[in-house]
């Protein structure tokens, strides 16, 4: 009974639990609560992942509104993916957050962190799993809203200013997604994607569809933080609470990108988007820039958050790159990524977030010598900035080992530079760390870290998940290579008209 | 894992994350142990395929065994082996096994079948090797480590690239004999070619090995350069291009030689002239040649770990290191000077040793084929060679003026370490068939006839006049060479600090937007926000990309 309801509950789950968590009040309380909602989101996530892969495409109806007139939700293989993903660094990152937050964010406000991270967990979730255009838009703009939120809670006051500056560059973005959604509409008269698909092949080649298209991409460009619409993102990864960077670094953008393909390939239509308006060169350049310039900017950088940030922008450049080949190799390749750097990312942000517990500072050059006191957290870095730079072994080589293939199937050369130029910058940036923590001699505030600090376990339990599933999944990829291949098999089977 | 046991890579790699858990005379014997237990397992295996798994939807082939390169391993434990003798007991634990790590790595793609497991471990000895340099924690080292990482990064990048076009192209994943045809086989030549020393990219070796500590030289002599070889060997026999890259790196490594003044500095771009050496045979491609350039790899690291040991030995007891502060030591330390000596002997292939009966197989070779230049050429290197490692090492090390400095000869194991490889040094010139035997073709050749021992014998005592008649020439001051690394460690960093410097201009226009939202008044709660030009700026970017966008669709 319930099984065939989990769908729903997926989404409603931390939606009622959000204001439980204002209930609630107390601080500690309210972790134990939400970090219990997000394992239990993961547990359903997992349920419905077997589900998929069993019985194939689930529909559910929302309030038995049959769909295209009530609100569909729609389980594919591509959803319960993210499912999985975005649940599993939630309940994780959730779990090791209460140690860290404490620090960053004043006591009275804690609550409030906890209420944020659940709604955006709800509107994260919603946007995946929702099969309704306007639907998505609503949660994004939940997920948005609860993230400057959370973006603006912590002590440091220079977060307000990053906040802000989210604001402004998110409203844009998502006004720009609400125009495009209302254009498709005015040409399909529909909300519901599957049928906005079905019914596109009649407005093909029009003005309105085109311009429906531009605002999508430029919408979720800024919400994705493609280069060149990125500016927000530097500011609200570095000024953020740590644990806030983390978890917007594990899974917001990442679903956005979850959009643009869903939107690309289930929506506009391969047809439309690759084949009239050869969208496919625009983000490919659009990509490369972003890979070049993000990694080049990463170089520059003298605070980790914001070193890791810049990565973050490469990084997405990478998936980018995935999608903008068109072939299927290529899909797959970017979705592999989007798993990979998921787990790469949240494993570096999350030694950053230990080292900040311990030093309360983040400036590379005030962290000389750290590896003497902090020798296996150095190593978890290191270890996270080699799967980075896609050394063998690592998660990071499974995806750039199926990119550069994929991009050799297209035959583009250009693209492979591009990858291995920024895989070179990618040493540079990862290693400017390590030589300062491995051979410099400590400095006075790496020396004056306090050796009878209560120690962090469960963040650092976090953080050797994310470091062992760095490891694991460079060893035995078949989890996310073969779903990431199946995706791409059945999106080019259903949606590509051969 | 079971096939792991048997595999000697793996078992170095693991004995590696072991010896920092040991100390004392258990590290000793384990770390002596551990190489006799590789060569014997390697001897003991069958010819053939062994040992596969499954990675990225592609069966890896850990084990492909014969006889080209059971050498390799053979040669790779021995040096191990005596490597780990000369310093088992100065060495810190770190670096013992960086090195073990190392070693491991070379013999694993040694030993690879498969294209990727070969990248696999070729990235696991460019970290490894890293390591080895970094252990000797000076600040030296710490910076040559650094480009040294990024250079082999970049050739494992390149060396990917090629290696997914081809599995692209030909769908297979075995490593067999290429031709450089096509863009993919192009790039795993340059990836490969990069581990060699080739030009344009030779200056990491002679930057980077002369930092690492007096022990860690030994061993970074001994794989990256030798594997690059021996995956040249296997991958791109007969390639023309080699011979002339090789005919490069001959003359470039002698004429950089004589002019340093660093005693180690010396041996590392002598390494990179005696790589020439095998990329010459392996270009000519004969199986006289290719079994020359395997024979002179098998050689020449047991005689370049031999000078390196007599030159660490020199640094662990005087903690000098060039050749202007150097002089005299043979009346103190006559057992490193003997097997230094020894060492030049086979370097400059004198007759019974063991560089004569693998350096005329190549010259040999070119002879068969009729290539007159190149047997010239070679020649007039062999004299080149004579003299700045042959004479010039020992003479300015050991002999020439009295520096003054009396130290002993080193301690008893790495004396022991020397005199084992100068033995084999000897062993090998005079009875080569102990090294023919194990060649992959099958040799008919006699090194000793007269005619090629008087050649020989004139042209060394000939060089060897002109070293000392040129004498004051040859004396080194302190001077600088310029090399090509200038571009990457002077050139690139002022342009990427220029472009930098254009970026931040170009952020600058877009963050104008902000900076001027009055953010001081935002944030005390004044709340008198003024839209100003810079606002518009963001919003005209937007404008911006939907323009272009719509131009480009």
Same mark, same amino acid.
């Given at each position: ?6 769908p729903?509950?997926q ?19 309210s972790?134990l ?11 359903i996530?997992?349920v ?6 069993e ?22 293989k591509?959803t319960?993916?993210m ?5 599993g660094v939630?309940?994780?990152v ?23 991270f ?20 609503v949660f994004?703009?939940?997920a ?13 006051r220079r ?5 802000? %500056? ?20 005015a040409v ?7 049928d ?14 085109t ?18 619409? /990125? ?16 978890f ?11 959009? @643009?393909?869903r ?17 496919? /060169?625009?983000?490919?350049?659009l ?18 958050k ?30 592999? /990524?989007?798993?990979? /750097? ?15 517990f311990?030093t309360?500072?983040?400036?590379i050059?005030?962290?000389?010598g ?11 870095? @290191?270890?996270?900035?080699l ?5 063998p ?11 550069? %293939?994929?991009s ?8 492979v530079?591009?990858?291995?130029f ?12 390590i030589?300062?923590?491995?051979f410099?001699e400590?400095?006075?505030?790496v ?16 953080l050797?998940?994310f ?25 080019y ?6 | 894992?079971?096939c ?19 100390h ?14 590789a ?17 990225l ?21 021995i ?8 310093c088992c007991?100065?060495a810190k ?13 070379a ?12 990248f696999?471990?070729?990235e696991?000895? !460019?970290? !490894? ?7 000797a ?9 650094m480009r040294?990482?990024?250079?082999h ?12 076009a ?9 490593f ?24 344009p990219?030779t200056a990491?070796?002679a930057? !980077?090995?002369p ?5 860690g ?26 011979v ?9 490594g002698i ?5 340093e003044?660093d005693?180690r500095r ?5 390494i ?11 270009g ?17 690291i047991?005689y ?6 007599s ?5 662990y007891?005087t ?5 202007t ?20 002997l086979?370097i ?16 040999q070779?070119?002879?068969d ?13 062999? !004299? ?13 090390v ?23 490889f ?44 002109a ?7 040859m004396?080194?001051?302190l ?18 600090n220029?472009?930098?410097?254009y ?27 003024q ?23």
């Open positions: 009974m319930i099984n065939s309801h989990l729903v509950l989404v409603l789950l931390p939606l009622i639990a959000a204001p439980l968590c204002v209930i609630l009040r107390q601080s500690v309380l972790w609560f939400a970090t219990l909602i997000c394992f239990l989101s993961f547990i996530s997992c419905l992942f077997n589900q998929v892969l019985s194939g495409v689930i529909s559910y109806a929302l309030g038995g509104w049959l769909s295209p007139w009530g609100i569909e939700y729609r389980l594919d591509l319960a993916f499912l999985l993903i975005i649940n939630a309940a994780i959730l779990l090791g957050a209460r140690e860290s937050i404490a620090d960053e964010i004043s006591s009275d406000r804690l609550y409030l962190f906890y209420t944020a659940l709604l955006n967990l709800t509107g994260v979730l919603g946007v995946i799993m929702t099969g309704d255009a306007f639907n998505l838009f994004i703009e939940i948005s809203l609860s993230s400057y939120a959370m973006i603006s809670i912590g002590n440091d977060c307000l200013y990053a906040a802000f %500056k989210y604001l402004i560059f998110g409203t844009i973005g998502a006004s720009f997604i609400l125009i495009s959604v209302g254009l498709l509409y399909t008269g529909t909300l519901n994607m599957v906005i698909f079905q019914r596109l092949p009649d407005v093909e080649n029009t003005k309105t569809l311009t429906a298209l531009v605002f999508f991409v430029v919408g979720i460009g800024i919400k994705a933080a493609i280069f060149p619409l /990125h500016l927000w993102l530097p500011d609200a990864y570095s000024y953020s609470p740590s644990i806030v960077s983390t917007l670094a594990g899974t917001t953008t990442k679903v956005f990108v979850y959009v @643009l393909i939107f690309i390939y289930s929506v506009f239509g391969y047809e439309t988007v690759f084949v009239q308006e050869a969208m496919s /060169h625009v983000l490919m350049i990509a490369c820039a972003g890979i070049l310039y993000g990694s080049y900017l990463a170089i520059q950088q003298d605070s980790l914001r070193l890791l940030a810049y990565s973050s922008v490469a990084q997405l450049g990478y998936m980018l790159l995935g999608i903008s080949l068109a072939t299927e190799a290529g899909l797959a390749a970017g979705l592999i /990524h989007v798993f990979n /750097h998921a787990i790469i990312k949240v494993a570096l942000f999350l030694s950053v977030i230990i080292i900040i311990y309360k500072t983040d400036s050059s005030k962290l000389a750290l590896a003497k006191t902090m020798p296996l957290l150095m190593l978890s870095f @290191l270890i996270g900035g799967s980075l730079i896609g050394v072994l690592t998660a990071g080589f499974v995806s750039k080992w199926f990119l550069i %293939k994929a050799f199937e297209n035959g583009y050369w250009g693209l530079v591009v990858i291995v920024s895989s070179v910058l990618a040493i540079i940036y990862i290693w400017k760390f030589e300062v923590a491995y410099k400590p400095d006075k505030v020396i004056a870290i306090d050796g009878n600090q209560k120690t962090p376990y469960l963040l650092l339990f976090s050797f998940v470091v062992i599933a760095n490891v694991y999944f460079g060893l035995d990829s078949s989890l996310n290579v073969d779903m990431a291949n199946a995706i791409a098999q059945d999106f089977l259903d949606f590509v008209v051969q | 894992m079971t792991s046991l048997f595999h000697p890579g793996l078992l170095l790699i693991l004995s590696g994350l072991l010896i920092s858990f040991l004392g005379t258990k590290r000793t014997v384990f770390v002596l142990l551990i190489p006799c237990l060569l014997a397992s390697v001897w003991n295996m069958p010819f053939g395929s062994a040992c596969s798994v499954q990675y939807d592609y069966e890896l082939t850990l084990i492909k065994l014969d006889a080209l390169s059971r050498l390799f391993i053979t040669v790779f434990s040096t191990v082996f005596t490597g780990s003798l000369f007991k100065q634990s770190k670096e013992l096994a960086a090195a073990f790590i190392y070693a491991g790595g013999m694993s793609v040694v030993l690879a079948g498969d294209l990727i497991s070969l696999v471990f070729w696991l000895m !460019a970290l !490894a090797s890293t390591l080895v340099i970094w252990s924690q000076t600040t030296n080292s710490q910076r040559a480590g040294y990482i990024v250079i990064l970049l050739g494992g990048v390149i060396l990917m690239c090629g290696i997914t081809h599995v692209n192209a030909t769908g297979s994943i075995l067999t004999a290429m031709q450089a045809d096509s863009i993919a086989t192009w790039l795993i030549l340059c990836g490969f070619l990069l581990n060699a020393g080739a030009p990219l990491w070796l930057d !980077a090995y930092e690492a500590s007096f022990s030289t030994v061993f970074l002599s001994a794989f990256t350069t030798k594997t690059a070889v021996y995956v040249l060997l296997r991958g791109f026999p007969g390639t023309e291009l080699l002339y890259i090789g005919l490069f790196m001959i003359f470039y004429i950089y030689a004589l002019l003044n005693m010396i041996l590392a771009y002598s990179i002239n005696q790589v020439g050496f095998m990329l010459c045979g392996i000519i491609g004969t199986e006289m040649a290719l079994n020359g350039a395997a024979a002179h790899a098998f050689t020449h047991i370049k770990a031999l000078l390196l040991m030159a660490g030995s020199v640094l007891m903690g000098k290191r060039k050749c502060d150097l002089g005299g030591l043979v009346q103190s330390m006559p057992v490193t000077t003997v097997c230094g000596i020894i060492g030049a086979a400059s292939s004198f007759p019974l040793t063991s560089g004569f009966v693998s350096k005329s197989m190549v010259t070779a070119s002879v084929e009729h290539l007159l230049w190149i047997w010239l050429l070679l020649q007039a290197a062999s !004299a080149g060679v004579f003299l700045h490692a042959g004479i010039k090492f020992p003479w300015f050991f002999f020439q003026k009295d520096s003054g400095l009396r130290p002993d000869d080193p301690p008893l194991n790495m004396q022991m370490g020397m005199i084992f100068a033995v084999i040094c000897v062993l090998l010139g005079v009875f080569p068939n102990m090294l023919y035997f194990m060649l992959p073709y099958d040799v008919n050749y006699e090194p000793y006839t007269a005619a090629h021992v008087v050649t020989q014998l004139q042209l060394l005592l000939f060089s060897g006049l070293f000392f008649v040129m004498l004051p020439l004396k080194r001051t001077t600088l060479s310029l090399d090509f690394d200038w571009f990457y460690r002077k050139l690139v960093p002022v342009i990427s220029q472009l930098f410097h970026l931040v201009q170009f952020e600058k226009v877009f963050k104008q937007g902000f900076s001027d939202l009055k953010l001081s008044h935002y944030l005390d709660n004044k709340l008198n926000i839209l100003s030009v810079g606002m518009g700026m963001s919003m005209i970017m937007v404008v911006f990309v939907i323009s272009l966008s719509y131009l480009l669709l």
